[in-house]
């Protein structure tokens, strides 16, 4: 798509893997706040065998490249939407199983997909990658390339999920229909301890809390908060085994391999932190993190038997107090779970939007859409009603 300028063009092509562009390239794109889309995180997801075509999540990252010369013979990576081909919906966290079953009552065929998303990773991040000094026109030629994707393809439908809420606006101008989810996300107000975070919150619940950190403390378990060299092959080993045993307890299928956790370890192990429970000299459980510019995203549990409380002190009692010894402003704790609020994890809304290429169905889901969005909104203030923190 030529512009007027022989040293300036902008073309569009598919990646079918992450491997197909460099690095460098990709994380110029990417941005460094969030770890979830650097190209080793996808490169994890994809070399392992997590994400492919047999696990129904087929690689078809859209590139556009806006600049031709020496530097970049075949163009420079300006844009990219990391994209997957979807074949079921599992994997996501944004639930679209009662949009598969109005297309089946209209007569028509909800799978393939597109997905435009961070596989098995319910964190807000950004999903269009435009690289800071892109041509003006890179982002339109991106959306309008998925478009046409998705037309030629003859797909149902491509969903942006757990986008920022900018990119949301930027679709929703583009014709998507925008969707809002919650989740539960813990605010640093500068606090110097966990004491001064439990300052914050009334008496009743700062006590509850103290008495299910002391719980853990008197079970014998100890926990190590690892990051960095510090995870070795033999944690790695033990946390893949603990998360396979939640996995197969609660849903029948453990999306991440053995090798993805090896493989994130060996690229991202500084912005790992890992933080294992051992009791008798023997690995019983773990929760994995990941560090971004400002904050801890809480990412996988795993566990069996474990003593009481162990999930809240692991999960999001040594998030906050990494959080706090690092001066990071977030913790983000994953999907789901209003157990988190009286923890002093708050409701937030989440982003995501959806191109529907059937105007019958669009209509239908828009109209689903908006009475969802409000009751969203109602039930968010409803619940930082009950948030436990003291009045002032």
Request: net charge neutral; with cysteine.
């Amino acid at each position: 798509m030529p512009d007027g300028n022989a040293q300036h063009q902008i073309t569009a092509d598919l990646l079918f893997g992450v491997n197909r562009a460099e690095a460098a390239d990709w994380d110029a794109c990417a941005g460094t706040g969030n770890p979830f889309v650097r190209h080793a995180f996808f490169a994890a997801l994809e070399d392992s065998g997590s994400v492919s075509g047999r696990t129904g999540w087929l690689p078809l990252h859209v590139a556009i490249r806006d600049r031709q010369g020496p530097e970049w013979p075949n163009g420079r990576l300006a844009a990219i939407a990391p994209m997957y081909l979807k074949s079921h919906s599992f994997g996501e966290y944004v639930f679209d199983h009662a949009w598969a079953e109005a297309y089946t009552r209209a007569g028509l065929q909800y799978y393939p997909k597109l997905q435009i998303a961070v596989p098995f990773t319910p964190v807000t991040g950004p999903r269009l990658l435009v690289r800071p000094d892109a041509d003006p026109q890179v982002l339109p030629t991106l959306l309008a390339t998925l478009e046409q994707i998705a037309r030629n393809q003859k797909v149902s439908s491509i969903h942006a999920t757990f986008c920022t809420e900018a990119e949301s606006q930027r679709l929703t101008e583009a014709g998507w229909l925008p969707r809002t989810g919650l989740q539960y996300h813990w605010h640093n107000h500068d606090y110097a301890t966990f004491d001064d975070f439990l300052a914050a919150l009334s008496a009743r619940k700062r006590k509850a809390i103290r008495k299910e950190r002391q719980t853990v403390a008197d079970s014998g378990v100890r926990l190590h908060t690892l990051t960095g060299a510090d995870i070795k092959p033999e944690h790695w080993d033990a946390f893949h085994r603990c998360y396979t045993e939640t996995s197969d307890r609660k849903w029948g299928n453990a999306y991440l391999t053995r090798e993805f956790f090896h493989r994130l370890g060996a690229a991202m192990a500084d912005q790992v932190v890992l933080v294992m429970a051992e009791a008798d000299g023997r690995w019983i459980a773990g929760a994995l993190n990941l560090i971004g510019g400002d904050t801890l995203y809480g990412r996988n549990w795993g566990g069996g038997t474990e003593p009481r409380f162990l999930h809240f002190e692991a999960c999001y009692y040594r998030a906050i107090d990494f959080a706090i010894a690092n001066r990071l402003r977030r913790v983000e704790a994953g999907a789901q779970g209003e157990h988190k609020l009286q923890r002093g994890y708050e409701p937030t809304l989440t982003h995501s939007a959806h191109w529907i290429r059937k105007c019958a169905v669009r209509d239908t889901l828009a109209a689903h859409l908006e009475r969802e969005r409000e009751m969203i909104g109602e039930m968010k203030v409803r619940l930082e009603a009950e948030l436990p923190y003291r009045e002032e």
